[in-house]
């Protein structure tokens, strides 16, 4: 594990120290110069090569157990498990994908919601807003690039739709984390395979199918397994087929 001979981490202006050790830690594993089944050195080693507290290891290290990407084992010590595709790092900062995964966390739970919500109370002028956002992002996945305007779109109409103004504007609180965790999703999905980018395109259809039925408790699961789907893409490379 790099770190060794005096790479102490340094506080930025927009990453706390623990996601620039995720980071680094994500970056290894990304590279395969951590693999699959290795262990990583102690808490305190990764302290010394870092030069970083112990609190700031293990948020770090909780961070990466909550995403998947490393295990503790009791007794025995932390193990990674999955690695994402290598080309994640051409297109982000390692130490953004911390943030861009707790906001997903936020995500989950108030889109199913606002998702629910909408096939419940959308109203037919708001059904035709979440369906021009679904063709109109189709069209864009078709014709490529992907901007993640379009993708935004589709999920504000829905967070519109559900009679509670405040799934709105919590998503406009989170805009900046969402813009950025969708444009590494979609330029993942451009450089990745077709299978990909039709499994996205599917998820959003599911989603719009429950609405357009009615079907609260379809529309909340489509929502939440979409999102899901989207960190899994982003944290295993065995989904980028």
């Known amino acids: 594990m790099e770190g060794e001979g005096g790479s102490p981490l340094v506080l930025g202006r927009r990453q706390r120290l623990g996601d620039q050790l995720y980071g680094q830690i994500f970056e290894q594993i990304v590279s395969g110069r951590l693999r699959e089944g290795v262990r ?7 302290c010394r090569m870092f030069g970083v507290s112990r609190p700031v290891v293990r948020e770090a290290l909780q961070r990466l157990g909550a995403d998947g990407l490393v295990r503790a084992r009791q007794g025995s010590g932390t193990y990674v498990m999955a690695r994402p595709v290598a080309r994640v790092a051409d297109f ?3 130490g953004e994908i911390a943030g861009y995964l707790r906001c997903l966390e936020v995500r989950i739970g108030l889109e199913a919601a606002a998702a629910r919500y909408a096939a ?48 709105a504007a919590t998503l406009a609180v989170l805009e900046d984390k969402l813009i950025g965790f969708m ?6 999905t451009e450089t990745g395979s077709k ?5 996205a395109l599917d998820e959003h259809a599911v989603i719009l199918e429950a609405i357009a039925a009615q079907d609260a ?7 939440r397994f979409h999102l899901g789907q989207s960190r899994r893409r982003l944290i295993d490379r065995n989904r980028d087929r």
């Open 183 to 188: 444009s590494l999703g979609l330029r993942l």
């Open 92 to 94: 982000v900062d390692p």
């Open 120 to 167: 419940e109370r959308r109203s037919g002028a708001e059904l035709e807003r979440i369906v021009a956002a679904h063709r109109a992002f189709a069209a864009e996945a078709a014709a490529g690039p992907i901007s993640p305007a379009k993708d935004l779109a589709f999920h504000h109409h829905i967070a519109g739709a559900s009679g509670n103004e405040f799934f």
């Open 195 to 199: 299978s990909r980018a039709k499994r």
């Open 217 to 223: 408790d379809a529309a909340e699961t489509a929502m």
């Open 40 to 46: 990583l050195p102690p808490e305190k080693e990764i």
